[in-house]
């Protein structure tokens, strides 16, 4: 057991290793990145948080291999180089992608990026610790298990309401009605609740929250300005 352990173990780690790379090369080659950046920062910040902040030698994968937990942590700090590595690449060459499909600016560009790092961050610090007390947090019941689905599908489509928007240039099918009535009805509301009552073991799901909180209100932000350069005055578009 042990020396297949070693060998999924080695495999795992070249292989990877060899993706990075091949991504790396492909990305200078063609004045490219290689990368989903969603894929990247969730990438990056595992790699980060647990070749620092939370190394893994109490995990159970730790004794399979010897000296298991500083391998892996020797492993993710390797692959963490490799990305940001890859990073780099996408920092490079990646705006023009986003300017010619989505129609951002620089600047827009870069700070979504930023946000997506750090929304990665949090998820990967908090959320094993959430995950390994399901039975004690959710006390076996359904309705609280379905709410943090319900935290998790929201922030994706606060996300995906932005993304939207630059996809389409335009605003049609959407309202700052919309976006502000939204924007009360999950964070302002079941979000500020969840945080009040889950404020000492909340984290990981609070973490959602605050991407939607952040989403929305620069969605917001973006109806506003768009009615208001089409002059209609964006209170009484419904």
Partial sequence: MQSYTI???????????????????????????????????????????????????????????????????????VWATLDVVILYTYFKYGYKYFVEKYNVSRRSWVAFTVAMLIFSFFIMYNGGNFLRQFTLYFNNDQIEGAKVIAFIQNALMSISFIAMYYMRGNTDGQSFTIAWAKWIGSSMTGGIIYTITHADDGAFVITFIAAIFVADLYYMFLMYRALKRQGINPWTRF
């Avoid at 780690?13 to 790396?24: D, E, G, K, N, R």
């Fill in 7 to 77: 060998f999924a173990y080695h495999l795992c780690t070249y292989a990877w290793a060899l993706a990075y790379a091949a991504i790396i090369y492909r990305g200078f080659k063609d004045k490219s990145y290689g990368m989903p950046i969603v894929a990247l920062t969730l990438n990056l910040a595992w790699e980060l948080v647990f070749a620092l902040l939370i190394p893994p030698y109490g995990s159970a994968d730790a004794t399979l291999i010897p000296h298991g937990g500083l391998k892996a942590q020797m492993i993710f700090l």
